[in-house]
């Protein structure tokens, strides 16, 4: 599978949660973007036939965090919170996808106006980060349900990843495995502070929290 | 060896208090840990010193992970020194909390605490991420550390378990995350930055950057400004990105609101000014000046409006903080001697703010409301709290003599100097209007008369809840007084990495 190819797929899983109107579809397809992400380190390396075992380790990292765990924690936090199973959104599902398909544009026009200092390995790197990146930011912003946001700052987190690997790859390890840790333990958080949030209030949607204002 | 150990002090610690089921230990590994975590930090002061009076000054080398430069080091110190006053203050409010569910005063809802045991090893976590922050050398390092702030301190958001202080959680932790996240951009646009297609890139050491600055692509540089700005500017609380803020400093317990203000706002801020110093050294300061400028003063605008016609103390505190962050954010924008003043007010309004909090906290919990027009006779019913509000409040606003005005008059004389005066009356103007906002609710709190059941069942204040934030108050004012010529040397350090003189 080339590295195009995957990109491509990252974006289609995008596309599908904005349409998507079940939790449980959108935190699997977080899983598959998180699967297709682990592979696209390894796909960039091949290309210029060289492979570190420290690479290799690190891509490992990424799959089972972000192809397993998170998606686990999240399918997890559903179970126990009990609670609607739609993502409820406050954009509708035909205008969130026109969104991510004006966001795409948008993205590559911006991406053919930027000068990189060293050529990109694809084309479509910068473009697809990009439109990750803002269809994580639309996706925390128009879901009214926390856990949806949750899946939105792993959606946001993912095409900041691509950025990362793609164009800055020479991050020392002890860097990227400690950004790894803390996305980890912010996953694990938000989780329980769902789990309280469906506790104390019977639903998790966030439309309710606004009781503090000025 | 001393800057792995004040990491790892705390963090062993705070993992330990986890387990540990005695209260009376753990309260003492809290204050034991503080002690030590101080005592380190002295050390530090002692080392920084000897090395600035030494022939042969030690400079930090390319490629160290870990290390404490003058501005790292100026900002663990109101870290440490925050940290020993609140834990002692915590021992005393830990002692004063109930373990069985109680009354929530606002709504009359039943609610539990957090377990002690959590609180407390969070609270020493935080200690432990707060530092990785102050010492990083490496800007993913730094990141780490920001996020890992987050994260330890949201437990102690909701240590109070009813429905608003989780409100309050998950604001801070989706807003500051979602913030951090773009810092992380910032990181990688750095990156993109610096790398030199023919040879190695460096690994975003700060010293590498600050040392080869001609290998730096400038429009990729200012992005990543941006995206640094943006991102540790939201967990700095600079408006308009500071809406977490406001709610979880009020929700929280006060020995928490007044760490988060007086702390994790500053360490925030230590962010930004890693990647001002690289912008300084490659020669796009302009740029990074301007913006600092913009969001300093916009924030002390937002602040000022808020601030005004407020009706709870413990969110008027907040937007202070957002006020003095803008403040922070204007002096080094302005550059020259502002950055001086910047790194000198950040250190008094760390000491004012935590003073302020903590006394919150002791009228919070003498009259068992956060709501102003219902607080009366401060003075009379908690004697020396109602010294210690009026003092903070004329620290706070900058009145002379405290060291607030210091900072705050070198900050507007760096704005004459730099030739803005549109800045300069704008901040004077802005400062008048906080000012007049903060009496209007501080003044009628302490003066007045306590309604008469408050009066009859007064207690003598304790020594726990009253000691830390006056000694606060008086550092503040002995800084107003007479400053040290070591800490004078130790601000020029910090100001000229910064771009000023």
Partial sequence: MSTDLNLVLVMLANLAMLGSSRLSACIRLSAAQGILLSLLPLQLELAEHKLAPRLALFALTILVLKGVVFPALLMRTLRTADVRHEVVPMVGYVSSLIFGVIVLCFSFWVSSRLILPHPAPSPLVLPLALSTILIGLFLIISRKTALMQVVGYLVLENGIFIFGVALANKTPLLVEMGVLLDVFVAVFVMGIAIFHINREFDHIDVNQLTSLKD | MIVPALILVPLCAGLLAFWWRADGPRRALLVLTALVHSGLTVAAWVQWNNNLHSSAPIAILPGTWLALDAAGLLFLSTVSALFLGCAIYGVGYLGREKHQPHIDYEEHLFFSNEPEAVFTGCLLLFLASMTLVCTSQNFGLLWVGVEATTLASAPLIYFHRQHRSLEATWKYLLICSVGIALALLGNFLLAVATSDPRGPTTGLFITDLVQNPGKLHAPWLKAAFLFFLVGYGTKMGLAPMHTWLPDAHSESPSVVSALLSGALLNCAFLGILRAHQVCVAAGVEDFS???????????????????????????????????????????????????????????????TKACLFLVAGNILAAYETKVVKDVHGVRRLLPLSGILWIGGFMSITGAPPFGTFLSEFTILKAALDQG????????????????????????????????AALYESRRREAILSTLPPAVFCLAVLAVGLYLPPTMTAMLDEVSVALGGN
């Fill in chain 2, 289 to 351: 000046q301007g913006l600092l400028r913009v969001f300093g003063l916009g924030s002390m605008a937002i602040a000022a409006v808020f601030i005004l016609g407020q009706v709870d103390f413990k969110r008027m505190l907040a937007y202070s903080s957002v006020e003095h962050m803008g403040i922070l954010s204007l002096g080094v924008g302005l550059g020259g001697r502002g950055a001086f003043g910047a790194g000198l007010h950040a250190m008094n309004h760390s000491l």
């Fill in chain 2, 420 to 451: 803005r005066p549109i800045v300069a009356v704008l901040y004077l103007a802005l400062l008048a209007v906080i000012f007049i906002g903060m009496a209007g609710i501080v003044l009628p709190m302490a003066q007045g008369e306590p309604s």
